[in-house]
Nanobody
């Protein structure tokens, strides 16, 4: 599967942004999906994961209460709604796909998409 992330940009602190990740192929619903991010000089960290049907979600500590992951299997797309953005949310955001039940770590990832830059300014 090929993954194409979009929706990043430059926003002010407190703003909202929605990332999208479009997947190629006809087996999108076979994959659990998720988002990771990597800030300069830091390791890639788990942001959110969602099961194949969308019924189960998991979040990393940084996004709990502010980020919401969702998916539309008819559109082969997974989304990350980010609210109340903070300066420390500045990073390259990557979407990922896995055969695991629910994505919760980088070790489970089978496919990575290219990143989309999110920059939060004061």
């Amino acid at each position: 599967v090929q993954l194409q992330a979009s929706g990043g940009g430059l926003v002010q602190a407190g703003a909202s942004l929605r990332l999208s990740c479009a997947a190629s192929g006809r087996t999108f619903s076979s994959y659990s999906m998720g988002w990771f991010r990597q800030a300069p000089g830091k390791e890639r960290e788990f942001v959110a994961g969602i099961s194949r049907s969308g019924a189960l979600t998991r979040y990393g500590d940084t996004g709990k209460g502010r980020f919401t992951i969702s998916r539309d299997n008819a559109k082969n797309t997974v989304y990350l709604q980010m609210n109340s953005l903070k300066l420390e949310d500045t990073a390259v955001y990557y979407c990922a796909a896995t055969f695991a039940n629910v994505l919760s770590g980088a070790g489970q990832v089978n496919y990575w998409g290219q990143g989309t830059q999110v920059t939060v300014s004061s």
